[in-house]
T-cell receptor
Framework: GAVVSQHPSRVICKSGTSVKIECRSL??????MFWYRQFPKQSLMLMAT?????????EQGVEKDKFLINHASLTLSTLTVTSAHPEDSSFYIC???????????FGPGTRLTVL | GDSVTQMEGPVTLSEEACLTI???????????LFWYVQYPGEGLQLLLK?????DKGSNKGFEATYRKETTSFHLEKGSVQVSDSAVYFC???????????FGTGTRLQVFP
């Protein structure tokens, strides 16, 4: 069964609104989670590293004021796309590493469509 | 910077055919290499991995060998099944399991 969940799986919103995406580790604690973005027929691109109890670390070129990340607990990280625009439409995927088995577990992804 | 290149899909095969999906990488150091699989409607799952040169990762009949001399990590399976239909991603990490760098993914379609 899934060990990392994402909610919602799909969201459609109007331009200018904000959208929150949740990522949960279901049966393990994750002090670190990762957020990726995937465009059609392209690679998953790492956006940021979410750190429990501290600020997220953003990859070069990712606007931290645009993509707000909050690692609220050891099992929950949220990504908020603020003032969304059509160019933010994409597939967002989170992952959480489980260090005791040296493996990252991925959520099923959230498809965001901004009209 | 580090990068991963994998063959474009889709790859279409009949059941029991042989599969090879090519993957090559560019890295400054000695990365760990991974193959992830994404079944329809599900999250990416680790299929296999190799952490050093000449290591062979294997799982569910799939194999891949870490070839440092050719900077490759090709995915192979001798006899595919319909249930293998999915998207396969090659990836590397300099600090496993942290910060994965992915290829573009290759869709495999297996028909009975």
């Amino acid at each position: 069964g899934a060990v990392v969940s994402q909610h919602p799986s799909r969201v459609i919103c109007k331009s200018g609104t904000s959208v929150k995406i949740e990522c949960r580790s279901l049966d393990f604690q994750a002090t670190t989670m990762f957020w990726y973005r995937q465009f059609p027929k392209q690679s998953l691109m790492l956006m940021a590293t979410s750190n429990e109890g501290s600020k997220a670390t953003y990859e070069q070129g990712v606007e931290k004021d645009k993509f707000l990340i909050n690692h609220a607990s050891l099992t929950l990280s949220t990504l908020t796309v603020t003032s969304a625009h059509p160019e933010d439409s994409s597939f967002y995927i989170c992952s959480a590493p489980r260090t005791e088995v040296d493996t990252q577990y991925f959520g099923p992804g959230t498809r965001l469509t901004v009209l | 910077g580090d990068s991963v290149t994998q063959m474009e899909g889709p790859v279409t095969l009949s059941e029991e055919a042989c599969l090879t999906i090519n993957c090559t990488y560019t890295a400054t150091g000695y990365p760990s290499l991974f193959w992830y699989v994404q079944y329809p409607g599900e999250g990416l799952q680790l299929l296999l991995k190799a952490t050093k040169a000449d290591d062979k990762g294997s799982n569910k009949g799939f194999e891949a060998t870490y070839r440092k001399e050719t900077t490759s990590f090709h995915l192979e399976k001798g006899s595919v099944q319909v249930s293998d239909s999915a998207v396969y991603f090659c990836a590397l990490s300099e600090i496993a399991p942290d910060k994965l760098i992915f290829g573009t993914g290759t869709r495999l379609q297996v028909f009975p």
